[in-house]
């Protein structure tokens, strides 16, 4: 069963940073393309960032490029997502998936990320 569990997220500060986790299990992790997604209140679930299975390559949404970093540890069979420069608009409820032939329909818990005075 593919499965992933987010964890790290939190209250900050606007201009604050915060490191989420999401722990992989069920499939051949380093075979996989990862992915942050976030949903913010009354809008659809987002694409954020992107990593190839090898590290070769990385996607970041226009919205969060430059402050943002995806990274991985296949070792760990774990995806990052250091969040830097928060902004108000990014507060959010983050998940993480693979892309297919790995992607699983079914979302996680997510972990909640707030950014506010």
């Known amino acids: 069963q593919v499965q992933f569990v987010e964890s790290g997220g939190g209250l900050v500060q606007p201009g604050g940073s915060l490191k989420l986790s999401c722990a992989a299990s069920?499939?051949?992790?380093?075979?996989?393309?990862m992915s942050w997604y976030r949903q913010a209140p009354g809008k659809e679930r987002a694409l954020v960032a992107t990593i190839a299975s090898a590290s070769a390559y990385s996607y970041y949404a226009d919205p969060v490029k430059g402050r943002f970093t995806i990274s991985r540890d296949n070792a760990k069979n774990t995806v990052y997502l250091q969040m830097n420069s928060l902004k108000p608009e990014d507060t959010a409820v983050y998940y993480c998936n693979a892309q297919r032939p790995y992607y699983n329909p079914s979302w996680g818990q997510g972990t909640q990320v707030t950014v506010s005075s």
């Open positions: 069920g499939f051949t992790f380093s075979s996989a393309a």
